[in-house]
């Protein structure tokens, strides 16, 4: 199972969101997000991609409208993937990781 993290920003944009777009977001990382984690082939419906403008810093796509900003950090458990979610909202957050 992976691990977590939150940076700031993430966490007070992560409020902004209606609870429905709470419970999409986290039904899209349990549901999709983590198993692909584990595979390691992520599905094209993620369109997961990496940002030019941030390079390590990868985008997910959980609606249509819905994308959250995410890296690899430190592993904190041997043998699980690390993640630190940067950022999340609309399409607009990608001005910036």
Same mark, same amino acid.
């Given at each position: 199972?992976?691990?977590?993290?939150?940076?700031?920003?993430?966490? @007070?944009?992560?409020?902004?969101?209606?609870? @429905?777009?709470?419970?999409?977001?986290?039904?899209?990382?349990?549901? @999709?997000?983590?198993?692909?984690l584990?595979?390691?082939?992520?599905?094209?419906?993620?369109?997961?991609?990496?940002?030019?403008?941030?390079?390590?810093?990868?985008?997910?796509?959980?609606?249509?409208?819905?994308?959250?900003?995410?890296s690899?950090?430190?592993?904190?458990?041997?043998g699980?993937?690390? *993640?630190?979610?940067?950022? *999340?909202?609309?399409?607009? *957050?990608?001005?910036?990781?």
């Amino acid at each position: 199972m992976p691990t977590f993290e939150t940076l700031p920003r993430f966490t @007070a944009h992560l409020q902004h969101l209606s609870p @429905a777009q709470r419970r999409r977001f986290r039904r899209v990382v349990r549901d @999709a997000f983590v198993p692909d984690l584990r595979t390691g082939h992520f599905r094209p419906g993620l369109r997961i991609k990496g940002l030019r403008v941030a390079p390590g810093v990868y985008e997910l796509t959980w609606v249509p409208d819905g994308r959250a900003t995410w890296s690899y950090g430190r592993e904190q458990v041997r043998g699980a993937r690390h *993640i630190v979610w940067h950022r *999340i909202g609309t399409h607009g *957050i990608l001005t910036g990781p």
